[in-house]
């Protein structure tokens, strides 16, 4: 009975980068490590990451799961689901781009704030420009994009402290006026 050797995380690396046409220094700037460390780590002369952070933003970038690697281990913590980036994900798979295509239509400093936001470790922006240009390079709706960023700028005000729900008059008020105020800039 022959032996399977499982494949080392380096290697997955280094095939997933030689397999999408990926340069070191773009997949550094996706997981945010210095392009010495990419080499680093494909050449194995330091240990592959066993830093959370570092592994999720990896496997973010290269379509799998953190647990793929068998240096990750499970965060203790919840991981909270948001609904509008799922939603997000599901544009990307509508629109067949990878996870590389979509981050390469941002500017490269922006790259890295994607990649926490689609692993969910960043919320999606409150700025609705910001929300937007990601919402027209998948494509979305413009309603779409709209109600997540109301979605979005609810949550704040509530973990601000704000009741929505009893100052439900205001809140209304407030869309409204940016809705209104939206409509005249498409015109």
Known sequence: MKQIIPEKSSEKVAKFLKKNSLH????????????SYVYNLIDETVPFSTRGT???????VMEINPEDFGEYRIPQEPILIDESVEILKEYIKENKLSVISFLKAFPRKKRLEIVDILR???????????????????NMPSEEIYMIWESRLKQVLESAGMN?????????SMFDCAKKYLTTQKN
């Open 24 to 35: 070191k220094r773009d997949f550094a700037e996706m997981i945010g490590v210095t392009l």
């Open 54 to 60: 570092t592994l999720e933003r990896i496997a973010t």
């Open 120 to 138: 969910g470790a960043m919320p999606l922006p409150i700025d609705y420009k910001e929300l937007n240009l990601i919402g027209k390079t998948l």
């Open 164 to 172: 929505i729900y009893s100052n439900t008059g205001l809140i209304n």
